[in-house]
Nanobody
Framework: QVQLVESGGGLVQTGGSLRLSCAAS????????MGWYRQAPGKQRELVAH???????????NYADSVRGRFTISRDHAKSTVYLQMSSLKPEDTAVYYC????????WGQGTQVTVSS
């Protein structure tokens, strides 16, 4: 069973930056994709970004239109860790950010709060 441990959330001013980290532990072998979703109050959970962690296209990325150009997802494959570098943050980015990973099934982190002040 995979466990995902997130860190890096917090409070930041508009225009600031944060870096989120998510480390997969336990039976992390075989993870093929890791990424980030977010959920704001009253909103549905949405994809932020994800990155493949294996296969022919290893390292390929996908971003939500709302964050493309501002956020960068990256990985440390050996550590089964994914990062989300967030810059030019806006109040609209305020949400709980959830780490995601997949091997044969889906796994979710507990969520980390990101709050961007006006």
């Amino acid at each position: 069973q995979v466990q995902l441990v997130e860190s890096g959330g917090g409070l930041v001013q508009t225009g600031g930056s944060l870096r989120l980290s998510c480390a997969a532990s336990g039976s992390a072998v075989g993870i093929s994709v890791m990424g980030w979703y977010r959920q704001a109050p009253g909103k549905q959970r949405e994809l932020v970004a994800h990155i493949t962690t294996g296969g022919w296209t290893g390292g390929s990325t996908n971003y939500a239109d709302s964050v493309r150009g501002r956020f960068t997802i990256s990985r440390d494959h050996a550590k089964s860790t994914v990062y989300l570098q967030m810059s030019s943050l806006k109040p609209e980015d305020t949400a709980v950010y959830y780490c995601y990973a997949k091997n044969i099934i889906d796994y979710w982190g507990q969520g980390t709060q990101v709050t961007v002040s006006s």
